[in-house]
């Protein structure tokens, strides 16, 4: 069964840091797109960071760049994403999701096949 799975949620302070994982099971990460997306209330669903996993090509939204890291452990089929000095505007539903093929392509929520149930990042101010 494929599953992904995220962990590592939580409240945190401006300025704080968190790193959220997402688990694969019932299929290898090789040759996959593996993307976070967040949601916060009454907005739509957008592309936080990206990573290649054939070869490594990473894409981060403008306010994430310089404070967000993705980066992918081979042997436990897990993606993180590493979120340092968090803002108020970092609030949201935080979802890992997949894509088959080696190329990042649109950064589109309805291109990506599996989805996690989403894990909540909270940043007081």
């Known amino acids: 069964q494929v599953q992904l799975v995220e962990s590592g949620g939580g409240l945190v302070q401006a300025g704080g840091s968190l790193r959220l994982s997402c688990a694969a099971s019932g299929f290898n990460l090789d040759y996959h797109v593996i993307g976070w997306f967040r949601q916060a209330p009454g907005k739509e669903r957008e592309g936080v960071s990206c990573?290649?996993?054939?070869?490594?090509?990473?894409y981060h939204r403008a306010s994430a760049k310089g404070r967000f890291i993705i980066s992918r452990d081979r042997v436990k089929n897990t993606v993180y994403l590493q979120m340092n000095n968090l803002k108020p505007e970092d609030t949201a539903v935080y979802y890992c999701a997949a894509k088959r093929g080696d190329s990042l392509g649109q950064v589109s929520p309805s291109i990506y096949l599996y989805w996690g149930q989403g894990t909540q990042v909270t940043v007081s101010s």
């Open positions: 990573l290649s996993t054939h070869d490594g090509t990473v």
